[in-house]
């Protein structure tokens, strides 16, 4: 049986499928039009997204990321290697477009204050990506892998590359060398975790004076 959460995903997708084919079709497509290419209501439609803009650039992201299949092309079962090609398509591209990443992170922020937490639901497509790149690591304990992958999904978006920049104030490249770096991190701790820390131990010695 179809879960509400899989209905809503079939959904939206039918909204950027519809808005893709009519851009493809030479028309600046609205609301709608959308809606009624992907035989929902026009209520429907706005409850997933509240403007034309946010489907318009869901359709960018579509035509201009890297296909899942081209992202992982060579890597094997080398997982380090499947994570970086991963993060570096999905945070590399919204580091190069900060005002579509705003403007996705408003919408999402918009949704959430008009309409609840489920109307801000995100797409996936993060989670595509890290769960094509830790198909590897099945002969591990699959909650070992489930905490990697939700570390992952917190490097890689617009909340970390927003982060980055307007936190941070790092640049393009400052950015995404951090958050490759923790990526890389977390597989290595995942790969080869290391014994951990005593919690007396962290307060037995006494911290030096500034000099």
């Known amino acids: 049986m179809t879960t509400h959460a899989e209905r809503r995903a079939g959904t939206r997708r039918a909204l950027v499928d519809a808005t893709t084919a009519l851009l493809d079709e030479g028309c600046q497509p609205t ?13 429907t439609a706005y409850r997933h997204f509240p403007g034309i803009d946010d489907l318009l650039w869901q359709a960018f992201i579509e035509r201009t990321i890297t296909s899942v299949t081209d992202t992982f092309a060579g890597c094997g079962n080398d997982v380090a290697l499947r994570v970086e090609r991963c993060e570096k398509v999905i945070n590399g591209f919204l580091l190069n477009d900060p005002v579509g990443t705003r403007a996705f992170e408003r919408s999402t922020l918009q949704r959430w204050l008009e309409h609840g937490p489920e109307a801000a639901e995100r797409p996936t497509r993060r989670l595509t990506y890290i769960d094509e790149a830790l198909i590897p690591l099945d002969y591990l304990d699959p909650e070992r892998v489930a905490r990697l992958r939700n570390s992952l999904a917190v490097v890689m978006g617009t909340q970390a590359t927003i982060a980055l920049s307007d936190v941070c104030g790092l640049d393009l490249d400052e950015a995404q060398h951090v958050t490759s770096w923790i990526a890389r991190t977390l597989v290595l701790e995942t ?18 004076s500034q000099q």
């Open 31 to 43: 609301i709608e039009q959308v809606a009624a290419r992907a035989a929902v209501s026009r209520a």
């Open 191 to 208: 790969l080869e975790p290391r014994e951990p820390v005593p919690h007396d131990s962290m307060h037995s010695a006494p911290l030096r």
